[in-house]
């Protein structure tokens, strides 16, 4: 059963030991972080701080920071079920009956049900401030000492492309430079960025509205790299296995979920920008200041009782890494309908999910591996990744132990190694160019002649069934 709003799913977290709270008062300048980091490098709960010092709302941080809480975020016992069933939706069989055709029904009646819905009453719009609306009644954090303030960390940014009123809800922070004045870190690469440079064309405001809170998988799904032009909405709607309800904001031409908790309306000026960071970021570095767009809020809706969601972000491994793993597994099955040959794919948490990753492949002729690279860098986010590494289909690459010790054995760096350039993540501090960057393709597969490899390749150091058996049964014998 799809989780009615924040507070339901922070009441299963509670149930279930996932959650603890916290009733001292605490400071939302470090404080809040310093404890939270504490939690997220530990396995801990997620925390529900009730008395935030300078808010009368309470803030809840860490609600996806491990597997189990992912996993009871979009309801199910492994993730990978979840890439199976977006198969099963783009793989239906062809009913060639019509018995078959009538069991096919209730399939389509579901595919149906995930199509947001519009309504007209919202918990999101309990209490309309259009007066004088502030963000200073958020208990907004900031979460590193040299940030260049507060930031809102956990915010769902929803806009229409303007020409074509095409829905996109991303997860982009927030730089509060004062009560009704953010930044919009929107990279140059995401959707929201792509609606903003059509609004700029049209020389016209961009309406933007920002939900906080509502269902976990809503709130995953701003953060799911999905292709342009795929509603958010819809995707969660799959997720949850219910329609996401809508409602049209007070002061701006868009719809939010109406089970959100709290939400921003207003609009970002053509041409407008303001220096936003630095931020400590899940680089675990500092992002770099930057020119960003500016969002302009022209009214705050809320629940009478909101709950402030929020993240940090640092060092890895935080929260954001099991969303990142989370997306990891449930795209898998459809990066393999494109590109068979993938057994399995690994984006180590140390690689902040555009550094590296690991494939391996069931490799059949020469220069597949490296067709594979070059089609990681053609596919959607996938892009940003700067060293992508190939390996047979018996390597264990959830092995990160094995994986190096593969690479440093077989590969010749002058004849396996591909340098090629693209765009990089807007976060990388270390290419020449914002932006612009080169990228890596390491082939660490077996080579034999057909790829230019004359010598003799060895085989892996295996002992046989019959003497491991053997010794299997004189064990005992030995003393041991
Ligand atoms: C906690 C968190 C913070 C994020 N912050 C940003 C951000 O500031 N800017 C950005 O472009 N992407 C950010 N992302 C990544 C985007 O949410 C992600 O790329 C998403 O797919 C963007 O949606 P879009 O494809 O509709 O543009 C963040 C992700 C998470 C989990
Ligand atoms: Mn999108």
């Not at 140059?188 to 960025?193: F, N, R, S, T, V």
């Not at 989370?326 to 590109?339: D, G, Q, S, V, Y």
């Not at 059949?364 to 067709?371: E, F, H, L, N, R």
Request: proline content about 7%.
């Amino acid at each position: 059963m799809a989780y009615k709003d924040l507070r339901d799913f922070i009441r299963v977290l509670e149930e279930q030991g996932e959650l603890k709270r916290i009733t001292v008062e605490v400071d939302p300048d470090l404080e809040i972080a310093e404890i939270a980091d504490r939690m997220m490098k530990s396995g801990g709960p997620a925390l529900l701080f009730e008395n935030v010092k300078g808010s009368k709302i309470p803030l809840v941080i860490n609600l996806f920071g491990s597997q189990k809480r992912m996993n009871l975020a979009l309801e199910v016992d492994n993730i990978d079920i979840i890439g199976q069933r977006i198969l099963d939706i783009i793989e239906p069989e062809m009913p060639s009956n019509l018995i078959q055709k009538i069991k096919m029904l209730p399939k389509l009646k579901r595919l149906a049900d995930f199509i947001p819905k519009t309504v007209t009453r919202a918990p999101c719009q309990e209490v309309v401030n259009t007066e004088s609306p502030s963000l200073d009644a958020l208990p907004i954090l900031k979460s590193w000492p040299d940030d260049g303030g507060k930031f809102i960390t956990f915010p769902l940014v929803f806009t229409k492309n303007p020409n074509s009123g095409i829905r996109n809800c991303g997860m982009y922070r927030m730089h509060v430079y004062d009560e009704t004045t953010t930044g919009m870190h929107w990279h140059i690469h995401k959707h929201g960025a792509k609606h903003y440079r059509v609004s700029e064309g049209n020389d016209a405001p961009l309406p933007v509205a920002v939900a906080l809170g509502g269902d976990p998988a809503v709130i995953y799904s701003a953060t799911a790299p999905l292709p342009d032009d795929v509603d958010e909405m819809m995707f969660a709607g799959f997720l949850r296995g219910a329609c996401v309800e809508m409602v049209k904001c007070k002061t701006i031409d868009l719809e939010v979920p109406a089970n959100a908790d709290i939400v921003l309306e207003g609009y970002v000026n053509p041409s407008e920008r303001r220096t936003e960071g630095p931020f400590g970021d899940h680089t675990g570095y500092y992002s770099l200041k930057a020119k960003y767009p500016v969002f302009h809020i022209t009214a705050i809706t809320m629940r009478k009782e909101p709950v402030y969601p929020c993240t940090i972000v640092g060092k890895p491994a935080m929260e954001d890494c099991f969303m990142g793993k989370a997306t990891e597994r449930i795209f898998l099955p459809l990066l393999r309908k494109t590109l068979p040959e993938i057994v399995d794919i690994n984006l180590p948490l140390e690689g902040i999910f555009h550094n590296f990753i690991f494939i391996s492949i069931d490799k059949c002729y020469p220069g597949q591996a490296q067709k594979v690279m070059h089609a990681v860098w053609g596919t959607g986010q996938m892009m940003f990744i700067k060293f992508v590494v190939i390996l047979d289909k018996h390597v264990n690459i959830q092995d990160l132990s094995e994986v190096i010790w593969r690479i440093g054995n077989n590969v010749d760096p002058k004849r396996d190694i591909t340098v090629v350039k693209g765009p990089v993540d807007a976060l990388d501090h270390v290419s020449e160019l914002p932006h612009l960057g080169a990228k890596m393709g390491i082939d660490a597969t077996k080579k034999g002649p057909s790829d230019g490899h004359f010598r003799e390749w060895p085989d892996d150091i295996v002992m046989p069934d019959w003497i491991k058996n053997l010794v299997d049964s004189k064990w005992k014998e030995y003393g041991f």
